[in-house]
């Protein structure tokens, strides 16, 4: 059975950071590609970073650009999500997907696999 599991979301005051973790199993992590989507109620799901899946390249979001990275550890089948500097329009619920192989060149997706999500808050 294929899992997506997040965990180390929150509550953060502005400015504060998180690093989410996203587990995977049930399927070669090596050879997919990880993103990280949010989504807020009433709006559309946006790709915030993305990994490929062994030499790293990764893309982001233009607002997450130098306060977010995205890395993985293949040996333990896990990928994360640096979140620095924190602002209340990064309040959404996260989530990881998974793609095989070409999910994150030139654009994020597309992802076969999905967690389940985790809520990030940032007070105004």
């Known amino acids: 059975e294929v899992q997506l599991v997040e965990s180390g979301g929150g509550l953060v005051q502005a400015g504060g950071s998180l690093r989410l973790s996203c587990a995977a199993s049930g399927f070669t992590f090596d050879d997919y590609a990880i993103g990280w989507y949010r989504q807020v109620p009433g709006k559309e799901r946006e790709g915030v970073a993305c990994?490929?899946?062994?030499?790293?390249?990764?893309l982001y979001l233009h607002s997450v650009k130098g306060r977010f990275t995205i890395s993985r550890d293949n040996a333990k089948n896990t990928a994360y999500l640096q979140m620095t500097s924190l602002k209340p329009e990064d309040t959404a619920v996260y989530s990881c997907a998974a793609g095989f192989v070409y999910a994150c060149i030139g654009s994020m997706g597309p992802y076969e696999y999905w967690g389940q999500g985790t809520q990030v808050t940032v007070p105004s």
């Open positions: 990994i490929g899946p062994r030499d790293g390249g990764t």
